[in-house]
C-alpha cells in the first residue's frame, strides 16, 4: 500500500531565506509526482509535476527532484516572500491513476 | 475555461439528514476525482470517474456515500443519513484522461453536521 510522509510538518522561515521541503514514498511503481499549494480554506493548486522518467522541474523561485528509487521528493523555494506562506503537499499517481497525498507541510514566511 | 466548480461552498446539516454536492469539471476533461480532507490532514481518495464510468472506489466510502457522473460531465456526491465523523472538506479535482496531466482541484464544500 502506498504511504506519503512529508517533513516536516510546520516550518517557519524569515523573508529571503531558501528553504527545501521533503516527501516520502514507500512504492517506487509511481507514475508522476506532484507539489501543490493549499492556502487556507481553498483548494489545491498545483505548482509542478514530475514524471517518473524525470529528475527534476522548475517553475521560477521553485524547483523540485524526484528520485524514484530513494522514494523521495523535494521542494527547494528560492528567496521566500511572506505571499509563499500556505500548506505544500506533494502527492503520488499510482497505478489505476489514483493520486495519493502527504500531510502537508505548513509553511509560514516572517517578514 | 473557467476551472473547476464547486457547489454549495459550505453546507451545514443536522444528523441524520441527506446532503448531496455538486462539481462541474474543466469542460474538456474526462477524469473526475473526489477527495475529504480533514483540518491538518492531506486530502484522502473517494472515488475517481473516468467519463461516467467509476473505476474505482475507497473503503472510506461506506454505503453511506454515493457518486455519479451520469453523462461524463459534472457529478455529485451525495452522503446519506450523515453523521458528524463526515464533517469535512470535499474536493472535487478534475484531469485530461493523459497519465501525466496534473489535477485542477476546485474549491471544495465544507461539511459541518451538528
Known amino acids: 500500500k502506498q504511504e506519503v510522509t512529508q517533513i516536516p510538518a510546520a516550518l517557519s522561515v524569515p523573508e529571503g531565506e531558501n528553504l527545501v521541503l521533503n516527501c516520502s514514498f514507500t512504492?517506487?511503481?509511481?507514475?508522476?509526482l506532484q507539489w501543490f499549494r493549499q492556502d487556507p480554506g481553498k483548494g489545491l493548486t498545483s505548482l509542478l509535476l514530475?514524471?517518473?522518467?524525470?529528475r527534476e522541474q522548475t517553475s521560477g523561485r521553485l524547483n523540485a527532484s524526484l528520485d524514484k528509487s530513494s522514494g523521495r521528493s523535494t521542494l527547494y523555494i528560492a528567496a521566500s516572500q511572506p505571499g509563499d506562506s500556505a500548506t505544500y503537499l506533494c502527492?503520488?499517481?499510482?497505478?489505476?491513476?489514483?493520486?495519493?497525498f502527504g500531510p502537508g507541510t505548513s509553511l509560514s514566511v516572517i517578514p | 475555461d473557467t476551472g473547476v466548480s464547486q457547489n454549495p461552498r459550505h453546507k451545514i446539516t443536522k444528523r441524520g439528514q441527506n446532503v448531496t454536492f455538486r462539481c462541474d469539471p474543466i469542460?474538456?476533461?474526462?477524469?473526475l476525482y473526489w477527495y475529504r480532507q480533514t483540518l491538518g490532514q492531506g486530502p484522502e481518495f473517494l472515488t475517481y470517474?473516468?467519463?461516467?464510468?467509476?473505476?474505482?472506489k475507497s473503503r472510506l466510502l461506506s454505503d453511506r456515500f454515493s457518486a455519479e457522473r451520469p453523462k461524463g460531465s459534472f457529478s455529485t456526491l451525495e452522503i446519506q443519513r450523515t453523521e458528524q465523523g463526515d464533517s469535512a472538506m470535499y474536493l472535487c479535482?478534475?484531469?485530461?484522461?493523459?497519465?501525466?496531466?496534473?489535477?485542477?482541484f476546485g474549491n471544495g464544500t465544507r461539511l459541518t453536521v451538528t
Open positions: 512504492d517506487s511503481a509511481i507514475y508522476n
Open positions: 514530475i514524471q517518473s522518467s524525470q
Open positions: 470517474f473516468q467519463n461516467e464510468a467509476q473505476l474505482e
Open positions: 469542460s474538456e476533461h474526462n477524469r
Open positions: 502527492a503520488v499517481m499510482t497505478s489505476y491513476d489514483k493520486v495519493i
Open positions: 479535482a478534475s484531469s485530461l484522461e493523459v497519465t501525466n496531466s496534473p489535477l485542477h
